[in-house]
């Protein structure tokens, strides 16, 4: 289990399959580079960013779902522990970003909603909406996306929130990390801070 947590009260956690950017919007946020495995699943317990002098920090979780080269088994016991941690610390999340793929989401979506079966994404989005933890989609790499409002309008489609995604907008982020460009994703966070009346934490963001 991810024990290293720091004696952190509140927190912003990112969740969201591997190779979708989480690190990039970390470093982006912060200033500052994560050890990132080179392939998939590497990385194994959470990187906690506790820098600050406040009772805050930001976590970037394991990242979950399909990654080559890695047993079912191995994959299935990520995702737990990335579950478990969140629903242990719900009560001081004050933000989940789930990152996805914006060029590959759809897909990846449809290609996993067979009879009985939840995709990974939709099943983590409505996971922290049953914590009511507040949340971020941060739909990244878009800068590779073409018809990019009816993509975030599948999207909500997809995750069972009624389109056109423009209402959405503390919701729904799109982002380009590796370019710089995630104030959609900033603006979001700091909406849903100010909701909870902590303005003083709106200054990571």
Request: contains cysteine; proline residues 5%; charged residues 30%.
């Amino acid at each position: 289990m991810f024990e290293n947590r720091p004696n952190r009260s509140d927190e912003v956690v990112f969740v969201g399959r591997s190779n979708v950017g989480k690190s990039t919007i970390m470093r982006e946020l912060t200033g500052h580079s994560f050890e990132t495995g080179g392939k998939p699943g590497v990385t194994r317990s959470p990187n906690h960013y506790d820098w600050a002098s406040q009772d805050f920090m930001l976590s970037d979780l394991p990242g979950f779902g399909f990654m080559s080269g890695v047993p079912e088994d191995v994959r299935e016991e990520i995702k737990t522990e990335v579950v478990q941690y969140v629903e242990r610390h719900a009560d001081d999340i004050m933000v989940a970003v789930l990152v996805v793929d914006g060029k590959s989401v759809i897909d990846i979506i449809d290609r996993h909603s067979g009879e009985g079966e939840i995709p990974h994404d939709v099943e983590m989005f409505h996971f922290l909406q049953e914590l009511d933890i507040p949340t971020v989609v941060a739909v990244n790499k878009m800068d590779k996306v073409d018809d990019r409002d009816e993509r975030l309008n599948d999207l909500c489609d997809r995750l069972g929130i009624y389109p056109p995604w423009k209402q959405w907008q503390e919701t729904i982020a799109p982002i380009t990390a590796k370019k710089g460009s995630i104030q959609t994703l900033k603006d979001a966070a700091r909406h849903h801070l100010e909701e909870q009346k902590r303005d003083d934490l709106k200054q990571f963001f």
